[in-house]
């Protein structure tokens, strides 16, 4: 049985049946399927990673929009355009750091993602990268996409998923 933690059209995580330390986890948001090239977990590493984010977040971590006057997606395309072009600094390298977000193992591999934090709203902008998905779907080549969310929401989502793939009984994920 599948288990999904959140709305589609946000952010969501869809959780497939348990093994000893593999899991079937796949990542949507904005409507667009994340993990689309890898989509099994290492459950202990996994859960680890994502644990972190929510507990960064829980605790008042991210950092608000680097630019100012630019939209999120002007901002994450700034964030990546010396790294793209093999002339970063060290100061470049160190700011994109602080915006980079989903650094989930194997299953988010395929895709850049930034996150901007104002309070208690969250902007999540994320592109695929990957030639073989960018020969598959085209239409995504170059594209920026972006999802805002209450940071609340997306933190339940997460400790929501952790406590799932920990097999927590009757947890609010679910029945």
Same mark, same amino acid.
């Given at each position: 049985?599948?288990?999904?933690?959140?709305?589609?059209?946000?952010?969501?995580?869809?959780?497939?049946?348990?093994?000893?330390?593999?899991?079937?986890?796949?990542?949507?948001?904005?409507?667009?399927?994340?993990?689309?090239? +890898?989509?099994? $977990?290492?459950?202990?590493? &996994?859960?680890?990673?994502?644990?972190?984010? *929510?507990?960064?977040?829980?605790? @008042?971590?991210?950092?608000?929009?680097?630019?100012?006057?630019?939209?999120?997606?002007?901002?994450?395309?700034?964030?990546?355009?010396?790294?793209?072009?093999?002339?970063?600094?060290?100061?470049?390298?160190?700011?994109?750091?602080?915006?980079?977000?989903?650094?989930?193992?194997?299953?988010?591999?395929?895709?850049?993602?930034?996150?901007?934090?104002?309070? +208690?709203?969250? $902007?999540?902008?994320?592109? &695929?990268?990957?030639?073989?998905?960018?020969? *598959?779907?085209?239409?995504?080549? @170059?594209?920026?996409?972006?999802?805002?969310?209450?940071?609340?929401?997306?933190?339940?989502?997460?400790?929501?998923?952790?406590?799932?793939?920990?097999?927590?009984?009757?947890?609010?994920?679910?029945?």
């Amino acid at each position: 049985m599948n288990v999904v933690l959140g709305d589609r059209s946000r952010f969501a995580v869809e959780v497939g049946g348990p093994t000893a330390q593999l899991r079937r986890v796949d990542l949507w948001m904005a409507g667009k399927w994340l993990t689309r090239d +890898d989509h099994t $977990v290492f459950v202990p590493q &996994f859960r680890s990673d994502v644990l972190d984010t *929510a507990t960064r977040l829980r605790s @008042g971590g991210g950092s608000p929009l680097p630019f100012d006057g630019l939209s999120p997606v002007a901002a994450h395309r700034r964030l990546m355009l010396r790294a793209e072009n093999d002339d970063e600094t060290d100061a470049d390298y160190e700011l994109r750091s602080r915006f980079q977000a989903l650094h989930w193992g194997p299953t988010t591999d395929n895709v850049t993602t930034h996150l901007f934090r104002d309070e +208690d709203c969250l $902007v999540i902008t994320w592109e &695929f990268w990957r030639e073989k998905h960018l020969l *598959a779907h085209p239409e995504h080549a @170059g594209q920026v996409f972006m999802v805002e969310m209450s940071t609340h929401e997306f933190v339940m989502i997460l400790e929501n998923l952790v406590a799932l793939l920990d097999g927590a009984p009757g947890a609010p994920y679910g029945p």
